[in-house]
């Protein structure tokens, strides 16, 4: 016979207390860590989703001060591939640059360019030795693509500059000579970096943005324990992503625990482990060795899991009770699932979590991937669970599913077998992620300075939240009015 606990609490069913605050909403400062080894300077990160974060989404929220972490419904290269995207889109300086020989054409230039969102690539010999530049203006004027490069670009000898130039002295070289990249050579003339002037502009841009020591965008990239799962984590690494999350509907279980102490040991970026929903499911994950605990079963709102297995808790009280083991132990908390509004993002981090995770709310931005839909006049993006029917059968990519381990059915195989744990469907369209970043984050400000707290660890430690009724929540939302305007941080839902 079962026991029973106490009941379980979420987002709706508490409010933080107002506290004695002297501060303005704009001192509160939202920097956290990811996990133990990253830190944010805001505290969100876009849910590895196929409707939600790939390389342009991932690029957004770390120029925005949070992170993404790539979905892992798509092949090992595939996924590699998403990460070096982002790994080269913006840096201080590109170590490894998209680079062409002088007999590729200028359409595999052009390719080039629109794979990478870039204006040019140096061209190199089979040595690698630098031997042009091929950019914009080279191509403006061209209109036979077939053209070799080397009859094209700007050949040697270009301005450069050695390996290790400082960032000022690249800036005044770039300035001096009104060029937009340099190349950096070795004493032998091999090339070995690039620095471009956009990425000292997109620096003064997003001065939060969330870069690795070599000033390149961080992203984090998701597994399962299923298949080639450490083979997958090893071609992620190599591409150089900064986290590795596995990620399953599950992870108070052995296959995570053993995954993350693999993972923990043969490689030096850090393993998030997830997801659990109790302090046990926590703590083992944390006797693994993990840098993060994701913590959500559930919640999303595109989970059947609840009612389909029966199991879950409610988010407020997972976050708090995973908590309990994380806090002590030092290891950051990821709540994963649930969130609707802004105060959301509040609660989440006052029960315990330093970063949550965001489906629903980011899945309408211009930067997730997928196409808008036209409905009534309104515009929408699809938005699907990854237990789902859809990304099971995954038909964007030729019926091959990677997600179905999440839930514990990578054997199946065929689709009416398969025991479902989400739903298919649409969010309406947000525009940029900076513009929902902002509104979510301004949300989060306001939330810290109601409860007199400056910074996250504050939240952990000070902030009080209340249990209410239904007639609170009522309360809670707009009444007695019948809504015409809609706030660009607040709909019915
Ligand atoms: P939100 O509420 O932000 O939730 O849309 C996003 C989170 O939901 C989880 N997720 C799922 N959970 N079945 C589930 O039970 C699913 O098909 C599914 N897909 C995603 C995931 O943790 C995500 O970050």
């Known amino acids: 016979m079962a026991t029973f606990t106490e009941p379980g609490l979420t987002f709706d069913d508490v409010l933080l207390v107002p506290a004695y605050s002297d501060l303005q909403p704009g001192d509160a ?24 974060t790939e390389a342009r989404m991932a690029v957004a929220m770390a120029r925005q001060g949070g992170v993404g972490i790539l979905h892992r419904n798509l092949s090992i290269e595939d996924q590699a591939n998403q990460a070096d995207l982002v790994k080269r889109s913006e840096a201080g300086m590109v170590s490894n640059p998209v680079t062409c020989f002088p007999d590729a054409t200028l359409a595999d230039v052009e390719r080039l360019c629109a794979t990478y969102r870039i204006s040019g690539v140096p061209v190199i010999d089979a040595q690698g030795v630098l031997v042009g530049i091929v950019t914009n203006r080279d191509m403006r004027y061209e209109t036979d693509d077939s053209r070799p490069v080397r009859e094209v670009m700007t050949p040697m000898p270009l301005i450069t500059a050695p390996v290790g130039v400082s960032r000022d002295d ?26 471009t002037v956009k990425d000292f502009t997109k620096s003064e841009q997003y001065p939060l943005a969330t870069k690795d020591a070599d000033g390149r965008l961080v992203v984090g990239a998701a597994i399962g324990v299923a298949g080639d799962a450490e083979g997958r984590a090893r071609a992620l690494v190599e ?19 053993d995954m993350v102490a693999k993972l923990k040991a043969n490689s030096h970026v850090d393993v998030v482990g997830g997801n659990v929903a109790t302090r046990a499911g926590a703590q083992l994950l944390i006797d693994a060795g993990v840098d993060g605990v994701k913590v959500g079963v559930g919640p999303g709102s595109i989970c059947t899991t609840r009612v389909v297995a029966g199991v879950g808790a409610p988010q407020v009280t997972a976050i708090h009770e995973a908590g309990l083991a994380c806090g002590p132990a030092g290891v950051p908390l990821i709540g994963d699932g649930g969130l609707q509004y802004s105060g959301d993002i509040v609660k989440a981090i006052a029960a315990g979590a330093d970063t949550v995770m965001l489906g629903s709310l980011l899945a309408g931005c211009e930067e997730s991937p997928g196409e808008l839909i036209f409905i009534n006049g309104k515009q929408y993006k699809s938005y699907r669970g990854m237990g789902s029917l859809g990304a099971v059968r995954n038909r964007e990519r030729g019926g091959t599913s990677f997600s179905k381990d999440r839930y514990g059915q990578d054997s199946v195989t065929s689709e009416d077998k398969y025991i479902p744990e989400g739903v298919e469907g649409q969010v309406p369209f947000r525009g940029p992620l900076a513009n929902v970043a902002y509104q979510l984050i301004g949300g989060l400000h306001q939330g810290m300075w109601y409860a007199g707290c400056r910074t996250i660890a504050d939240m952990h430690e000070r902030s009080e939240l209340m249990p209410i009724t239904a007639a609170g929540l009522k309360e809670s939302h707009p009444h007695d009015i019948q809504m015409t305007v809609e706030a ?6």
Do not use: C, W
């Open 488 to 493: 660009p941080n607040y709909s019915r839902r």
């Open 170 to 195: 690249a800036f005044q070289l770039l300035k001096q000579n009104k060029i937009e990249k340099l190349p950096l050579v070795d004493g032998q003339g091999r090339l070995r970096g690039l620095i």
């Open 239 to 257: 591409a150089g992503v900064d986290v590795i999350i596995v990620d399953t509907a599950h992870g108070h279980s052995r296959g995570v625990a």
């Open 29 to 52: 400062d939202t920097t956290t860590r990811l996990s133990r080894g990253i830190s944010l300077r805001i505290p969100l990160v876009s849910a590895a989703m196929d409707t939600v």
